[in-house]
């Protein structure tokens, strides 16, 4: 019996572990969370049973895709660069909205974001053309030029409705580059045009961006009881957009985000901060240990708690130490990735694993960042945390691929072992 468990969690079993905790956790923290969820839908159960499914149908892809010998990845690049150029093309023109931004589609009753798959499949390509034109000295300088030529497109899609995820997308690359030892002079000056970009960025969504209207407590309530996590798909009526619509929002966040006057509680207006006014609260409300599982009271009151402001959930339940051990999971799995990393004998696997593991961990940082209020809102949602369906497959997938790197290197110590 125990063989035959052992078979079915293939890997490294430190990852395994630290999937398992997220996983619990993310059931936990989902199912308090969801309270807004549960009253529109008049039903109990219904969130949880939906998010436990999920993460369900995720552990079985995650071993699926574990068992998938790594050489295949390589077989898969094609079809899904053709399948994420055509998904995020769709997406702008026939998507559904959510928070005023188009980012599911809906394909035979199911609805998923392309950004999900574009951000794996960019992280598999990444590893490719790194691992197929690597040097005695670094990288050739043409797989700069081939990165780039698939990247700028596949972020320039993702930006127009999600600039947080393209920049998220665009930070791991960078990384893989310097991981992988692309020159340095063509590094620098990718720095220093991104640079220059963010800057010309920045001045448009100032200028072009208008001052939205501060809603009241009431409206923002009710907006908090008919939301829907991205990742789930919720519709709306809205479609399509100019290319600029996304500038009032982005200028908002900055603006609240750069905001540092020091105001007395009495004075504070927390229907012009309600997000991070909220989140707030229940930081500060959290204790050493927390409140304890089921018990916050933020989760009635901050617009997806279940989602992008999970953390600042886990916070007021589970205290200090619980906010830690989430971050300690995430270090546990960057560590351990890195550690297979180095015992791969190819360069492709290598380069994947960081890859993926740079993708989770980068996105998560981001995601406990806004919720204690290190970065502005992002709308980025936890990693294999936050309640979501095409996200929290595709998550699990990710783990899966990182699980097969982990099998096959694993296999190659043994042998050199045995010699």
């Known amino acids: 019996m125990n063989k035959k468990i052992g078979n079915l969690f293939k890997g490294d079993k430190v990852i395994w572990m630290v999937f398992f905790f997220l996983c619990m956790i993310s059931i936990i923290e989902v199912f308090s969370a969801s309270s807004n969820l549960t009253y529109k839908s008049q039903n109990y159960m219904g969130p949880i049973i939906y998010h436990a499914t999920m993460i369900f149908l995720g552990a079985v892809v995650a071993v699926v895709t574990l068992n998938i010998p790594c050489r295949y990845f390589k077989l898969m690049t094609p079809f899904l660069l053709i399948i994420s150029a055509l998904t ?17 589609i809906s394909v035979l009753g199911f609805t998923f974001q392309p950004s999900e798959i574009a951000k794996g499949t960019m992280v598999l390509v990444t590893a ?27 972020t320039f899609l993702i930006g127009i409705e999600n600039l947080s995820t393209a ?73 399509g957009g100019g290319i600029f619509h996304r500038f009032t929002t982005q200028r908002n966040r900055i603006l609240k985000f750069l905001d540092r006057r020091k105001v007395a509680p009495e004075e504070y207006d927390i229907d012009e901060n309600f997000q991070v006014g909220h989140a707030n609260i229940a930081i500060a409300t959290s204790g050493i240990i927390g409140k304890g599982p089921g018990n916050s009271l933020e989760r009635d009151y901050l617009p997806q708690a279940f989602s992008d402001f999970i953390y600042a959930i886990i916070i007021e339940e589970m205290g200090i130490f619980g906010a830690a051990f989430v971050v300690f999971l995430y270090i546990v799995l960057l560590y351990r990735a890195a550690r297979i990393a180095s015992r791969c004998e190819n360069n492709f696997p290598a380069f994947l694993i960081m890859g993926l593991s740079l993708l989770l961990v980068i996105q998560a940082t981001f ?50 072992n045995k010699d």
């Open 367 to 416: 995601n406990m960042m806004v919720a204690v209020g290190l970065a502005p809102v992002t709308g980025q949602p936890l990693p294999l945390v936050s309640k979501g369906g095409t996200s929290t497959i595709i998550n699990c997938a990710y783990i899966g691929a990182i699980l097969s790197v982990s099998r096959s290197a694993k296999m190659k110590v043994k042998e050199v």
């Open 128 to 154: 490719q053309i790194l691992s197929a034109m690597q040097r005695d000295t670094g990288a050739d300088r043409k797989a700069f030029k081939y990165i780039m030529m698939i990247l700028v497109p596949t």
């Open 167 to 239: 920049a998220l997308l665009f930070a791991v690359i960078l990384l893989m580059m310097f991981i992988g030892r692309v020159p340095m002079s063509q590094m620098g000056k990718l720095v220093g045009g991104l640079s220059i970009l963010a800057v010309i960025g920045l001045v448009l969504i100032m200028t072009l961006g208008s001052v939205e209207d501060t809603p009241s407590a009431e409206t923002s309530m009710t907006e908090t009881v008919s939301a829907e996590a991205p990742a789930e798909g919720d519709k709306t009526s809205i479609k």
């Open 88 to 104: 995020l093309l769709w997406v702008l023109i026939g998507g559904e909205s959510i928070n005023g931004a188009n980012r599911v």
